[in-house]
């Protein structure tokens, strides 16, 4: 196992365009994060997923936005109208259960809407 | 009042130097971890612990559940270990959104 995986690692994308992000956990991990980081902060929680279930969505998580994890394997971030504040870093991140083992976090899809 | 308290927000220090980031929470956790984000943005976890102390290498993590407060400290610090490093609690309410993030310590190690 190669460990979470997100594709693509960089995207540029003009304001009003529809962008989508994919991330492959662990396969063993059950659950599955998405968080936003914006420069100099800390990561936000955005959704996570225990197994095909989306079981929690944060308030940041606009009606632009849409994650699904159909199979509960990979799951994809979709960001719809994208405007220049959704510039940020998507990190995802997965774990076995509550995370009581830890979490693996991907190297991040870094957004830049222009 | 954030959740997660880091501190200091920026070191710059000196390649040997003994360099020790500290986090301060609020809430009840079930563990803390102590995480490395490198300037490509990767994270990577360096420590899970939910008492006392744990060592690697030339990292050692301590936390006091009854103060609320960890500690993170490099000896012998050398350019490579340049990083953001970032402090996150697991909430001991079973909260399902994960982890709460501090907002990182940028370390900057000069030759």
């Known amino acids: 196992d190669t460990g979470v995986s997100q594709d693509p690692r960089h995207k540029i994308t003009k304001r009003g365009q529809n962008v989508t992000f994919r991330c492959d956990p662990i396969?063993?991990?059950?659950?599955l994060y998405w968080y936003r980081q914006t420069l100099g902060q800390g990561p936000e929680f955005l959704t996570y997923?225990?197994?095909?279930?989306?079981?929690?969505k944060s308030r940041l998580l606009s009606d632009r936005f849409s994650a699904e994890r159909p199979k509960g394997s990979f799951s994809t971030l979709e960001i719809q109208r994208t405007e220049q504040g959704d510039s940020a870093m998507y990190l995802c991140?997965?774990?076995?259960?509550?995370?009581?083992?830890?979490?693996?976090f991907g190297s991040g899809t870094r957004l830049t809407v222009v | 009042k954030n959740e997660v308290e880091q501190s200091p927000q920026n070191l710059t220090a000196q390649e040997g130097e003994f360099i020790t980031i500290n986090c301060s929470y609020s809430?009840?956790?079930?563990?803390l971890h102590w995480l490395q984000q490198h300037p490509g943005g990767g994270i990577v976890s360096l420590f899970m612990?939910?008492?006392g102390k744990k060592k690697h290498g030339r990292l050692i993590a301590t936390i006091n559940i009854q103060e609320k407060h960890s500690s993170l400290h490099i000896t012998a610090s050398h350019p490579r270990d340049s990083a953001v490093y970032i402090c996150?609690?697991?909430?001991?309410?079973?909260?399902?959104?994960?982890?709460?993030f501090g907002k990182g310590t940028h370390l900057i190690i000069q030759p």
């Open positions: 396969s063993e991990h059950n659950r």
């Open positions: 991140a997965s774990s076995l259960g509550t995370g009581l083992y830890g979490y693996t």
């Open positions: 612990l939910s008492s």
């Open positions: 996150a609690v697991l909430n001991s309410g079973g909260g399902a959104d994960g982890l709460t």
């Open positions: 809430v009840g956790i079930s563990a």
């Open positions: 997923f225990q197994n095909e279930a989306q079981l929690e």
